[in-house]
DNA sequence: CGTAGACCCTGCGCGC
DNA sequence: TGCGCGCAGGGTCTAC
């Protein structure tokens, strides 16, 4: 479900209410994730206080004064939300933490809900959180200058898997993900089977500028909602983002009138315009 | 090395 | 209304 525009949105919404406010306590109601939480790890964080809330990619950094902090990984289903304390649990939420501080904050508790635990909630206690080890190969932001076109046919230079798959790559780019790289590769008007190295300059040129301006809109839009996405203040449906050709099976292509297909790529969907996606 | 496929887990929508 | 099936946006590991 998330992919870099929804954990922009949550970082964002958690900037304000956390900043500067301080751990007081944490709940590890269910312990497996992706990787067992470490829970006495967690515990020991209690009474530092967050310096700011960063993002690598889909990644989520909870970075304390001091160094160390939290790093969380929704997966496909997981969710970061802020309510007020004891709200009713819900069946998912694995993993509960409440904060000291002035007025508001010391009523707010962050949750982290995952129904199917494919989700990751590490710790460090110490050290720039921004050099963990499973940040070490992701590729470039998709905002940075270093995710330019010389980079791109670099990575692709002789490459013969599908341009799709490529871009799906996190060592390639960081926070892409099924849903905008069909969004990104229908805008660029690129096919999305076409081999990585059989691509030209000018085309990598129309992805990096597809992929800046369709996260950046999905962003300005607040992350997609499908399915029950909700940013961590709770609400829901308030952000919608308007996909072109995701999900839009059988239905006619808002360009050039065509029917989008969808196939199978490496066992994902992949949904394009066989009229205008060369 | 590069690439494809299996796998992890629960929930949901669909057709019967 | 109930049930089984296929599918789901994540990453990682293994085998070729």
Known sequence: MPELPEVETIRRSLQEPLEGARLLSVQVRDRRLRRPIAVAALERLNGRQIADIGRRGKYLLLHLVGGGGLLIHL????????????????LHDHVCWQFEGDGARCGVEMRFRDPRRFGLVLSRATGDLGEH????????????????????????????????????????????????????????????KT????ISP??????REATIEVLAGAIDQG???????????????????????Y??????????GSS??????????????????H
């Open 75 to 90: 997966g496909m289903s997981g969710r970061v939300v802020l309510v007020p304390r004891d709200t009713v649990l819900d």
């Open 202 to 207: 000018a085309r990598w040129a129309r992805v």
């Open 260 to 277: 989008i297909r969808r196939i199978s790529q490496s066992g994902r969907s992949t949904f394009y315009c066989p009229g205008c996606q």
């Open 223 to 245: 992350g997609t909602t499908l399915n029950d996405f909700r940013d961590p203040s709770g609400e829901m449906g308030y952000f919608q983002v308007r996909l072109q050709a």
């Open 195 to 198: 081999q990585a190295g059989r």
């Open 247 to 256: 999900g839009r099976e059988a239905q006619p292509c808002l360009r050039c």
């Open 133 to 192: 080890p499973l940040l070490a190969s992701l590729g470039p932001e998709p905002f940075d200058a270093a995710f330019s076109v010389d980079y791109l046919r670099e990575r692709a230079a002789r490459s013969r898997r599908p341009v799709k798959n490529m871009l799906m790559d996190a060592s390639v780019v960081a926070g892409l993900g099924n849903i905008y790289v069909c969004e990104v590769l229908w805008a660029a008007g690129v096919n999305p």
